[in-house]
């Protein structure tokens, strides 16, 4: 075992005080000089046609110094696969979900700016809606693309093996149909944008609570037709991502155009009510599922039929319906699979990318279905996972191998530290217990931008500044950086100065997307240190007439291992360096050997590496059902996630509880209220993600499976709990009641329908 | 001849649209929310002691913030020079001249600030002051510091051969006295000073105009006993430096110690009556100096003596009376040296830096002492010069080596293309023409600072960020390291984003000190981008199945020498390296090979290189004298600078003219005019720049004599020409009247006295 300083501790995070004190910057505490204040215009129906608009009393308004309508735009589509934009950057002819974007404003406060798009006289020809995705996708429904006359937005077909003649081959079947809501992020912090255009040098800056920089920059770059060098977009604090924060967003476009057209800096910050509604959602899904198995409970067969509802465009729905394939293949083996996914329009808001993305729906439903299975087969919950789990060096249906696993031990540990084969079906009444695993990936294939580079300088005090490309939403990154980098140079974290996320200064990165931070841009940060280090143990050695395997690097110091006496400061190897005039620099990058592709559109068998190292995670919920209330309360939830190496075990414990705490929310409370299109209920009293008292009791293992390539070992560190919480309560739901939930969230009236029709059921068939 | 596209070309200005317009941010010009205001409150004595400061009234004053004094500061003394620290960074116990710092302020606004310092109450006991550098030296004057006694505050003593012996072997010696007057930088940007402290992060960021973004951060960082790595200096522009931004200021001190006390960022601007009097002043000097030659007016020995008027405080003043040795022995050969300069401690201002440290003074006195010198041994001024001047190869008295020489190219380019021959002594009554020589060094020893170091990297679409530490103080080395980087990798100027002077962005550099920018920093970005270079030819040579000495780098492209149409776009090949996981970056750095150590203290002969490159330049003025007024008008002047390359012609034709204006204020209208210690002109009605009628035609003729080690064969250029024209106007003025000034600056009414004291001797003596 190596003597890590800074790695495996659990360091306390360098961004804690300033967060606590309230000095952090987020985008919404940066004033710029001259700053006008902008707002959106968002059209009231949930599908027409937009006539006419009349901007003229709100362009005379005092205060006002902007309105821009769509004809003030660039007038191409976005969106984020090239070949299918569907989205104007402000609507054209046409309006498709509450709260699409018609015009923006900017003025001397927001008041003024609120008054102004009171004053927008919009003329709209009301059309036929459709919200129900199953309706949408009937004939004769209403169109809401032109490109889409079936309203089809995506569709994916994946298949292995022979699906007929694994069912053929099951002694075992079982099929069911399941329904999962749309969600919100619930991001603490509102979505803001703010945009400073330079009209001497035809720059754009650009402040954002985002997942990467460069994607940000690129996607502006593209919509805006502004260079791709004259955007810059730089770091700011962020209040939470969970996916939400990855695609360019109207207010960016909207900050940055009313900034170019006045010349002066543009915020715009949008209202809770905007956030929950106007922002991208998670994809309500339905899921009719059919799996097979042998006698002894060993998957034969799985078939999986799809209906997303996507909303008004097309935001990452590919993706969205795709992505959960992907890590369902990497926990369990299935040899024959039919995997497809349809992605509906409706005129809903619209549906993207969220934590997990399609990833909780699926293994909800999967791992409901197991336990159904071995109750079917005769063997327990633990039992049937155990024997279909995928294995270290697995290679997997898609070709992609599996280079860490550490699921079985996952699954023991947690079921040994909860003593789920005690507590599984002898509990008293109404308490129950249940089991269910997760996988997630660290970084999948976003082409050029897979892999991560990072550079280190130093100052004659032998401190660094390193800088990086990745984003911290939240989640600690930054702190992980300095860490690896301290590690790597023996210095402190204090003497780490962080520049990151800023497309201008730092390097290219993925970005904090797909959970590639630790796996990628943390192993790009601990070459660039390596880099660094070497260079120091040179001079070192030189300068001590030593071995440079003798050496060791700590405390600021070189020295020879065993003879702590005999060494030297960095800083004044350095020097040294300067005056050599070959200054210690460090530079250094890595990309994960990844080449699966990605095919939306068409159907077919892709093979390829999806990701640089799955993750794997076993949870065991406790619950407690009230008959009366139909109430679930989650009394207790041990969780392993298998995260490779926890580079900072305080970070990922920190990480395991927010995805239990996500989980809960998910599983018994949140959902996107809907009424012809509008949320109703936009804000934190009617839309329940749980508070102190609903977060059960949490035991959180961390299972270090040592990922070849991974930094240390490390890979991404909580994600696959999430789904694994969310199908244990769940279970456990079904252990304490014998009935089986298949809607999420489970709400008591849900859950109190169930329980009556049970009732019924047993009083008719006693 | 290479085919450049970039350099060696007249490239516009990059920032000239934004200065032009005003919108490129100088100090002033940025505002922080919750900014405060600081002023300074000054001594109105030239020496007292200070009994007692009262800043009760100050603070109790609303609106104000802050009140410091010496009891709020570290309490160490700060200066150049480690080891000879003379000053405190606000008056402990005495005040040493009129504007030295008492107390400071922050408050809301300026108003309230002034008020506040109003309000101070400072309790003086006036002590004896001296004003004269003579007196000061005289036993019995009243002391300024107690460490020196004798008021010397620095002393220097170089000799070389035998000057005993030299003069004997002269058959002809000249000797005279000269004097030349302070002065001030004039930099069209007052001083100013913003700091900004954040509380939570313990970090103090700063902008002010400056030389060096790192020289001030070791200042700051040092006397605030602030960790390095806590000090941020960041770049804004900056309007003129001409030496005068080298030091920390105690407006920068002021600002950070407010701010640090307040939680809020502080701005100290001064007033244009504080720029004159309370920054650094070029130091006024006593020369006496006598030179042998043998009767072809080679030169034998010359021995000079040096009383220079330092003022308050150490400031740079070893430099100051040293440097003009290392340049003058690079112009001409003398073999037998005695160099030595005093520098008293006097109640005046504080002199230090200023664009040719003594130069000017130094060249003023030998250059006119060598037309002297000339007409004695019956040669004329230009032959006289051609027989002494140094050659390239030659190894100087200090040991160091001329790389390059353009001396004698420069010296027949203008006396060739001014008619110099022709006009001198031939020109009708009150008209003359003078010639002289000067020359300056590339850079020279700053320790492990004298290198430099650059940095590179490259979004998709094949544009590069530059990171770089050089300053540019408006003299256009931000657009020579865009071009250089341009040129290297086959792009345009607006594919270089430049990051440049910031000590926590950009690597470590000299900064704009000593003439170094070109021949260091340059140097440095050359390499980083020639290390990008290698790498896109590498990258294209595989893709293009060429061999990479077959490739040219031009218009975002490679391409095959003479086969156009087969290429590659560089963006293509920096994708192409993203998909490889090995992006293309520069990393390059430059060390001058320099040792020469200074030694400010002891006497003696120090060897070793003194610069990277030595620059030459020559200077014809052409004059009229009003023999009425006294008044001189030059009319033209033809100069040759000795740049090795014109990276940029336009810019080095820029910068001759700047020097050209300078030496003609220098020469004729410029001075500091002083009533016991009070500046009496700090205001540019009484201070006389030159306008822009009193600019002659300029002729600027740039010889390039391709210095090896330089990058593209550069240099230094544009400062040997300025002492060169203020010595060429001296000469020209004896050449037109028969008397020579010896005085500078050369005002109507010292030519009036010259004028009048020469018809008294000539009546007297027919």
Same mark, same amino acid.
């Given at each position: 075992?190596?003597?890590?300083?800074?790695?495996?501790?659990?360091?306390?995070?360098?961004?804690?005080?300033?967060?606590?004190?309230?000095?952090?910057?987020?985008?919404?505490?940066?004033?710029?000089?001259?700053?006008?204040?902008?707002?959106?215009?968002?059209?009231?129906?949930?599908?027409?046609?937009?006539?006419?608009?009349?901007?003229?009393?709100?362009?005379?308004?005092?205060?006002?110094?902007?309105?821009?309508?769509?004809?003030?735009?660039?007038?191409?589509?976005?969106?984020?696969?090239?070949?299918?934009?569907?989205?104007?950057?402000?609507?054209?002819?046409?309006?498709?979900?509450?709260?699409?974007?018609?015009?923006?404003?900017?003025?001397?406060?927001?008041?003024?700016?609120?008054?102004?798009?009171?004053?927008?006289?919009?003329?709209?020809?009301?059309?036929?809606?459709?919200?129900?995705?199953?309706?949408?996708?009937?004939?004769?429904?209403?169109?809401?693309?032109?490109?889409?006359?079936?309203?089809?937005?995506?569709?994916?077909?994946?298949?292995?093996?022979?699906?007929?003649?694994?069912?053929?081959?099951?002694?075992?079947?079982?099929?069911?149909?399941?329904?999962?809501?749309?969600?919100?992020?619930?991001?603490?912090?509102?979505?803001?944008?703010?945009?400073?255009?330079?009209?001497?040098?035809?720059?754009?800056?650009?402040?954002?609570?985002?997942?990467?920089?460069?994607?940000?920059?690129?996607?502006?770059?593209?919509?805006?037709?502004?260079?791709?060098?004259?955007?810059?977009?730089?770091?700011?604090?962020?209040?939470?991502?969970?996916?939400?924060?990855?695609?360019?967003?109207?207010?960016?476009?909207?900050?940055?155009?009313?900034?170019?057209?006045?010349?002066?800096?543009?915020?715009?910050?949008?209202?809770?009510?905007?956030?929950?509604?106007?922002?991208? =959602?998670?994809?309500?899904?339905?899921?009719? $599922?059919?799996? %097979? *198995? !042998?006698?002894? @409970?060993?998957? +034969?067969?799985?078939?999986?039929?799809?209906?997303?509802?996507?909303?008004?465009?097309?935001?990452?729905?590919?993706?969205?319906?795709?992505?959960?394939?992907?890590?369902?293949?990497?926990?369990?083996?299935?040899?024959?699979?039919?995997?497809?996914?349809?992605?509906?329009?409706?005129?809903?808001?619209?549906?993207?990318?969220?934590?997990?993305?399609?990833?909780?729906?699926?293994?909800?439903?999967?791992?409901?279905?197991?336990?159904?299975?071995?109750?079917?087969?005769?063997?327990?919950?633990?039992?049937?996972?155990?024997?279909?789990?995928?294995?270290?060096?697995?290679?997997?249906?898609?070709?992609?191998?599996?280079?860490?696993?550490?699921?079985?031990?996952?699954?023991?540990?947690?079921?040994?530290?909860?003593?789920?084969?005690?507590?599984?079906?002898? =509990?008293?009444?109404?308490?129950?217990?249940? $089991?269910?695993? %997760? *996988? !997630?990936?660290? @970084?999948?294939? +976003?082409?050029?931008?897979?892999?991560?580079?990072?550079?280190?300088?130093?100052?004659?005090?032998?401190?660094?500044?390193?800088?990086?490309?990745?984003?911290?939403?939240?989640?600690?990154?930054?702190?992980?950086?300095?860490?690896?980098?301290?590690?790597?140079?023996?210095?402190?974290?204090?003497?780490?100065?962080?520049?990151?996320?800023?497309?201008?200064?730092?390097?290219?990165?993925?970005?904090?997307?797909?959970?590639?931070?630790?796996?990628?841009?943390?192993?790009?940060?601990?070459?660039?240190?390596?880099?660094?280090?070497?260079?120091?143990?040179?001079?070192?050695?030189?300068?001590?007439?030593?071995?440079?395997?003798?050496?060791?690097?700590?405390?600021?110091?070189?020295?020879?291992?065993?003879?702590?006496?005999?060494?030297?400061?960095?800083?004044?190897?350095?020097?040294?360096?300067?005056?050599?005039?070959?200054?210690? *620099?460090?530079?250094?990058?890595?990309?994960?050997?990844?080449?699966?592709?990605?095919?939306?559109?068409?159907?077919?068998?892709?093979?390829?590496?999806?990701?640089?190292?799955?993750?794997?995670?076993?949870?065991?919920?406790?619950?407690?059902?009230?008959?009366?209330?139909?109430?679930?309360?989650?009394?207790?939830?041990?969780?392993?996630?298998?995260?490779?190496?926890?580079?900072?075990?305080?970070?990922?414990?920190?990480?395991?509880?927010?995805?239990?705490?996500?989980?809960?929310?998910?599983?018994?409370?949140?959902?996107?209220?809907?009424?012809?299109?509008?949320?109703?209920?936009?804000?934190?009293?009617?839309?329940?993600?749980?508070?102190?008292?609903?977060?059960?009791?949490?035991?959180?293992?961390?299972?270090?499976?040592?990922?070849?390539?991974?930094?240390?070992?490390?890979?991404?560190?909580?994600?696959?709990?999430?789904?694994?919480?969310?199908?244990?309560?769940?279970?456990?739901?079904?252990?304490?009641?014998?009935?089986?939930?298949?809607?999420?969230?489970?709400?008591?009236?849900?859950?109190?329908?169930?329980?009556?029709?049970?009732?019924?059921?047993?009083?008719?068939?006693?």
């Amino acid at each position: 075992m190596v003597d890590f300083q800074w790695i495996g501790k659990p360091v306390p995070r360098k961004d804690a005080l300033i967060k606590a004190t309230g000095s952090a910057k987020f985008t919404n505490d940066i004033s710029l000089p001259n700053m006008l204040h902008g707002r959106i215009l968002r059209s009231p129906y949930p599908h027409a046609r937009l006539r006419n608009i009349d901007t003229d009393k709100a362009r005379r308004l005092q205060g006002v110094k902007a309105v821009i309508t769509a004809h003030d735009t660039p007038g191409e589509k976005y969106g984020v696969f090239p070949d299918s934009r569907d989205q104007y950057l402000l609507a054209m002819e046409k309006v498709r979900y509450i709260g699409d974007e018609v015009a923006a404003v900017a003025a001397i406060d927001e008041e003024i700016a609120q008054e102004a798009l009171d004053l927008i006289e919009v003329d709209y020809e009301p059309l036929a809606p459709v919200f129900d995705p199953l309706e949408a996708l009937k004939e004769g429904a209403p169109v809401i693309h032109e490109h889409a006359s079936n309203n089809v937005s995506s569709e994916v077909l994946i298949e292995f093996g022979d699906i007929e003649k694994g069912f053929m081959n099951s002694s075992c079947i079982v099929e069911e149909r399941f329904e999962v809501d749309g969600l919100s992020h619930c991001q603490l912090e509102p979505y803001t944008s703010l945009a400073s255009y330079d009209r001497s040098s035809r720059k754009l800056s650009m402040w954002m609570p985002h997942q990467s920089p460069f994607t940000k920059q690129k996607g502006l770059s593209n919509t805006l037709k502004i260079p791709l060098e004259n955007v810059r977009v730089l770091k700011s604090y962020i209040g939470g991502a969970f996916g939400g924060r990855s695609e360019v967003s109207p207010s960016d476009f909207c900050a940055a155009l009313l900034s170019i057209q006045c010349g002066r800096p543009v915020r715009i910050n949008y209202s809770r009510e905007e956030t929950f509604s106007v922002t991208r =959602q998670k994809h309500p899904w339905l899921i009719s $599922i059919k799996v %097979g *198995s !042998n006698e002894k @409970g060993k998957l +034969m067969a799985a078939k999986v039929r799809i209906i997303a509802d996507g909303g008004a465009y097309l935001s990452t729905g590919p993706i969205a319906i795709s992505v959960a394939h992907s890590n369902w293949e990497s926990l369990y083996i299935v040899p024959n699979v039919s995997y497809k996914a349809v992605r509906a329009y409706t005129n809903n808001p619209i549906r993207g990318a969220m934590k997990g993305h399609g990833i909780q729906q699926l293994f909800f439903a999967f791992e409901s279905m197991l336990d159904m299975l071995a109750e079917r087969v005769g063997i327990d919950p633990l039992e049937i996972r155990i024997r279909n789990i995928v294995k270290e060096g697995a290679i997997l249906n898609s070709g992609s191998r599996v280079t860490s696993c550490g699921v079985k031990d996952s699954l023991v540990k947690t079921s040994e530290a909860s003593n789920f084969k005690e507590k599984w079906k002898k =509990q008293s009444g109404n308490k129950g217990v249940g $089991i269910a695993c %997760g *996988s !997630n990936i660290s @970084g999948f294939n +976003m082409g050029f931008r897979s892999g991560s580079t990072a550079f280190l300088k130093f100052n004659e005090e032998g401190a660094a500044t390193l800088f990086t490309g990745t984003t911290d939403n939240g989640q600690g990154n930054d702190n992980m950086m300095v860490q690896v980098a301290a590690e790597e140079l023996g210095l402190t974290i204090d003497d780490i100065t962080l520049i990151s996320a800023d497309t201008e200064l730092t390097p290219i990165d993925p970005g904090s997307y797909s959970m590639s931070s630790t796996f990628v841009s943390a192993n790009a940060v601990k070459a660039s240190a390596s880099h660094a280090r070497k260079q120091l143990l040179e001079l070192a050695a030189e300068e001590l007439e030593a071995n440079v395997l003798d050496l060791e690097l700590k405390d600021k110091r070189v020295y020879v291992k065993g003879s702590p006496n005999i060494g030297i400061p960095i800083k004044k190897l350095i020097v040294k360096a300067y005056r050599k005039g070959e200054p210690v *620099s460090g530079f250094g990058h890595f990309r994960p050997d990844i080449n699966y592709k990605w095919d939306w559109t068409k159907k077919g068998r892709q093979q390829g590496q999806v990701t640089g190292a799955y993750t794997y995670g076993t949870a065991v919920a406790e619950v407690e059902v009230d008959l009366y209330t139909g109430e679930v309360k989650v009394l207790k939830v041990t969780t392993a996630q298998d995260c490779g190496f926890a580079i900072n075990p305080q970070a990922v414990e920190g990480q395991i509880e927010g995805s239990v705490g996500f989980a809960v929310g998910q599983a018994l409370s949140e959902t996107l209220m809907m009424d012809n299109g509008q949320v109703m209920n936009a804000n934190f009293i009617d839309y329940r993600i749980p508070v102190a008292s609903d977060i059960p009791d949490i035991d959180s293992i961390i299972v270090e499976s040592n990922d070849p390539n991974g930094p240390y070992g490390a890979k991404e560190a909580a994600e696959a709990v999430h789904p694994a919480t969310i199908a244990a309560i769940a279970n456990a739901i079904a252990n304490a009641t014998g009935v089986r939930p298949k809607a999420l969230p489970i709400t008591p009236e849900k859950m109190l329908k169930l329980l009556r029709e049970k009732e019924a059921m047993d009083t008719e068939n006693p």
